[in-house]
């Protein structure tokens, strides 16, 4: 498989298990009359777990690599950055909502993270 086809595989495979969930979590709040506040928890928690593991991975980087392309490795380390926490957030949802284990799901959602890294350094 190349790795256009893996990139697309797999963030079409996050990203409809993430509106997945938030679509039965808008309906549940839509039932009960009002939208939960562990939403804009989540949301939050993403975005800010996203920026500082980017942040962290571009340091790393920077330390490894003699000659930074900047706007290259900002965008990767942004992009495994939102990717590693939107495992964290989404593992967290689900264990919030009752459907699996945390653990369990987080395994499931790291083993394509850490292919990705390893197409990225190929």
Not at 13 to 31: G, H
Not at 90 to 112: D, E, Q, V, Y
Request: hydrophobic letters at 55%; one cysteine or more; proline letters at 2%.
């Amino acid at each position: 498989m190349s790795r256009r086809w893996f990139l697309i595989i797999f963030w079409g495979v996050i990203i409809t298990n993430f509106l997945a969930v938030a679509i039965i979590w808008l309906t549940k709040s839509l039932e009960t009359g009002r939208i939960s506040p562990y939403l804009f928890f989540y949301l939050s928690l993403w975005l800010g777990t996203g920026g500082l593991f980017g942040y962290i991975g571009f340091k790393i980087r920077e330390k490894l690599v003699k000659k930074v392309k900047w706007p290259y490795f900002v965008g990767i380390s942004l992009r495994e950055g939102f990717l590693l926490a939107l495992v964290l957030v989404f593992s967290l949802i689900l264990g919030h909502l009752g459907k699996f284990c945390w653990w369990s799901f987080s395994i499931i959602l790291i083993i394509p993270v850490i292919a990705e890294i390893y197409f990225l350094y190929k």
